[in-house]
């Protein structure tokens, strides 16, 4: 054996080739891991039916305008560690049980809806627990959701006021 002879070595024992393959191949993978993200996470804000929407919106409305015409106003207040939910609301024909909603602002599995309770006429009371999150948005409504009041709820407050929209 020659000792000036070159020992060749096969293309796989050498780093450039592994180098310049780990680009294309890292793109192939995070690739799939978007698709698979894709797949798994569907989209809740996109609505399929444009159509069917827009009509509720105006029964959504509609609703709005009747808080306003029974005069409701409300003041939510939530206890320090989020566990109980009191109602001031003001206006005619006071129903036994109202509807509150907490609507995450990006998260819909974190929504929480609550049913609160006529404890005297006009104050309401029921329990509560909420994820934390810094703002939501509040809607307030009968039963029957015949009327409704919304608003927004910064996590920095333990009490907020609910209006209809005019």
């Known amino acids: 054996m020659n000792p000036n002879a070159i020992v060749q070595t096969p293309w796989y024992r050498h780093p450039w080739p592994w180098i310049l393959m780990a680009g294309p191949a890292t793109a192939v993978v995070a690739g799939f891991a978007t698709m ?8 809740p804000l996109v609505v399929d039916q444009y159509y069917k929407e827009g009509l509720a919106i105006n029964r959504v409305l509609e609703r709005d305008h009747e808080a306003l015409l029974r005069g409701y106003r409300a ?3 939530l206890n320090e560690g989020r566990t109980l939910v009191r109602v001031q609301l003001a206006g005619a024909m006071l129903p036994e049980v109202l509807r509150l909603h907490f609507i995450h602002p990006t998260k819909s599995g974190l929504d929480r809806e ?34 409704r009041l919304t608003g ?12 209809p929209r005019s």
Not at 36 to 43: E, G, K, S, V, W
Not at 118 to 140: H, N, T
């Open 36 to 43: 698979y993200i894709a797949f798994t996470h569907a989209d």
């Open 75 to 77: 003041t939510v207040v």
């Open 114 to 147: 609550f049913s609160v309770r006529q404890i005297q006429p006009g104050l309401y009371q029921g329990a509560a627990q909420l994820a934390q999150a810094m703002r939501w948005g509040v809607e307030l409504e009968d039963a029957q959701r015949q009327w």
């Open 152 to 163: 927004t709820w910064d996590q920095a407050d333990d009490s907020f006021v609910l209006e």
